[in-house]
């Protein structure tokens, strides 16, 4: 049980780190009353670039059972959203006279979600 945990660590260890210096800059901003939305920007910026919302997807896949549940739970509503926000920026544009670009973006964004399922089933088959 240990080595697992050895392992782990060693090769997640930068996700790790950048996850305990995020949740170390939050509490030392609320401890000096920085701004939340200042704050809120240099999280969400330093998580992007170092990917560690991936990290901690990752993390959360490691836990035995309610790993695999949990992501899917997280994941699945964000490509909802991200279709339905593509449907009202469309109806905003189609009303400004873009309805062309609309229909390319539309595509792509179609082409985008059924290459993510057709990746997810091969992932399952392989």
Request: hydrophobic letters at 65%; proline letters at 2%.
């Amino acid at each position: 049980m240990l080595m697992r945990i050895k392992d782990i660590f060693e090769s997640n260890w930068k996700s790790i780190v950048f996850i305990l210096a995020t949740v170390a800059f939050v509490l030392l901003g609320l401890q000096f009353h920085w701004d939340k939305k200042l704050m809120a920007g240099l999280v969400v910026l330093v998580g992007i670039l170092s990917n560690a919302f991936a990290g901690v997807v990752a993390l959360l896949g490691l836990i035995p059972f309610l790993g695999p549940l949990l992501i899917k739970v997280l994941s699945i509503p964000f490509f909802w959203i991200l279709n339905a926000l593509g449907y009202f920026v469309s109806i905003f544009f189609v009303r400004k006279g873009y309805g062309t670009q609309v229909v390319n973006s539309r595509v792509l964004t179609i082409v985008l979600l059924v290459g993510v399922v057709i990746g997810y089933i091969l992932g399952k088959l392989i």
